[in-house]
């Protein structure tokens, strides 16, 4: 596998837009249907136009351990039903790949859980730059009024695995109650 020859300047534009960017993602609600904790909610949002949440422009390189993916997401703000706009949230393939966040702009939340059931919630905001661990699953979400906009760091080899999420969900919910974000368990907003 041929490495990355040269090194170069990437930079982030006042959209969050990454630049050189070689591929870019666009998540819909319909995208991620099943996610969000009240199913009415979300099949009236998806009926109510199925709003863009967020996307991702990437600075693809190759798929080796040496190399590293940048990348920024634009998740928008929002709420299905009383939950905040967020990601889908993944594992890496390779469990072992750590990953560096950086808020660029608006705030959120970096909600992470492992397969033993640990669980917890990173604020982030401007100059935030979060640590997700090896073996961490990862999601954000955005609890304020702007685009939450991050810049993320992570191995070439990483890959993603969406499944294991997609069936099991993250132990942590983050909602606005009573005016106030508040990151609660998934149980206890049942
Ligand atoms: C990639 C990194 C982020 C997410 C992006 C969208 O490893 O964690 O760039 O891909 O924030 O989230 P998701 O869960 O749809 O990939
Ligand atoms: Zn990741």
């Keep these: 596998m041929e490495l990355t020859p040269n090194s170069f300047a990437m930079s ?30 979300e099949r009236d949002a998806i009926a109510a136009g199925d709003a863009v949440v967020y996307e991702v422009y990437q ?39 750590a990953e560096v966040y950086y808020g660029l702009s608006g705030e959120g939340q970096l909600v992470l859980a492992k397969d033993d059931g640990a669980a917890e919630a990173i604020p ?23 685009p939450f906009v991050f810049l993320a760091v992570y191995h070439g080899d990483a890959g993603h695995d969406y499944g294991t999420i997609e069936t099991e969900g993250f132990p942590l919910l983050v909602l606005e109650r009573d005016g106030e974000v508040a990151v609660v368990s998934r149980q206890e907003a049942q």
């Design 124 to 146: 982030m905001r401007p100059g935030t730059v979060a640590y997700v661990a090896p073996c961490w699953a990862h999601r954000t979400v955005n609890t304020g009024s702007e």
């Design 12 to 41: 982030v534009d006042a959209g969050g837009i990454l630049e050189p960017w070689t591929s870019k993602i666009e998540r819909r609600l319909s995208d991620m249907a099943g996610m969000y904790a009240d199913p009415d909610a």
């Design 59 to 97: 600075h693809d390189m190759p798929n080796h351990a040496g190399e590293l993916v940048v990348c920024t997401t634009l998740l928008y703000p929002g709420k299905v039903g009383d939950e905040f706009f967020m990601t889908k949230g993944h594992y890496h393939e390779i469990r072992e790949r």
